[in-house]
């Protein structure tokens, strides 16, 4: 099931979701009624479940909203050719200038991972999910196997790389007030995202590089 499936791509749709976007990044998944997601739009109660039939199915959408607008990043760049570093390097760059444009991005998808015990675990929602993700985590594996294949990354195990990478570029945008006052700037800061940049691109390159 696609984000198209699931909002039609309506413009009331897409409203709704930049509304419940950014409670749930507040608030979480338990933290926010569709009452207040409703009033937050504009519309009655009724008419919200008219465009999102439960919570479930809402939050499933925003979540793939912001997984496939990610993921189709990722793979533009993946496009663009060039060795296995290069397009590693590409796509982490890509990754922080996408999380740094949309601040809502990283902190909800931080709480959807330790929040899985108050989602569903199967059904059209949960399986809409798991597809944006493998979408992401299964070319980027793909480009690591690739660059150990080819030499230039030290042997690994893909799936831990990736889940390192994770918390590696998507943590600190989700930081909040601890990483402002780590940093002492807001790390949305157009300074404070390009050093973050550099410095993870710096650890990816001497992390994974093969030694000779």
Excluded: W
């Excluded at 930049?18 to 979480?28: I, M, N, S, T, Y």
């Excluded at 918390?167 to 007030?177: D, Q, R, W, Y």
């Amino acid at each position: 099931m696609s984000v198209a499936t699931l909002v039609g791509r309506s413009s009331t749709g897409n409203r709704i979701l930049d509304v419940a976007e950014v409670l749930f990044a507040q608030r979480g998944y338990a933290g926010v009624g569709m009452r207040e997601v409703a009033d937050g739009v504009g519309l009655g109660k009724s008419s919200l479940f008219h465009h999102f039939k439960s919570k479930d199915e809402l939050y499933s959408a925003v979540c793939v909203r912001i997984l496939d607008t990610i993921g189709d990043r990722l793979v533009r760049s993946l496009a663009r050719g060039g060795t296995p570093g290069v397009r590693l390097e590409r796509c982490v760059g890509e990754l922080v200038d996408v999380l740094a444009g949309h601040p809502s991005y990283a902190r909800l998808l931080l709480r959807s991972m330790f929040e899985g015990d108050d989602l569903p675990d199967e059904g059209p929602e949960s399986e809409a999910v798991h597809r944006s993700i493998e979408g992401i985590t299964g070319p980027v594996e793909a480009l690591l196997t690739d660059g150990m294949d080819a030499g230039e990354f030290r042997r690994a195990s893909a799936s831990h790389v990736v889940l390192l990478l994770v918390g590696l570029v998507v943590f600190p945008f989700a930081s909040g007030e601890f990483g402002e006052e780590l940093l002492g700037a807001d790390v949305f800061e157009g300074a404070q995202v390009e050093r973050l940049k550099s410095e993870s691109l710096n650890l990816v390159r001497e992390g994974l590089r093969a030694r000779v």
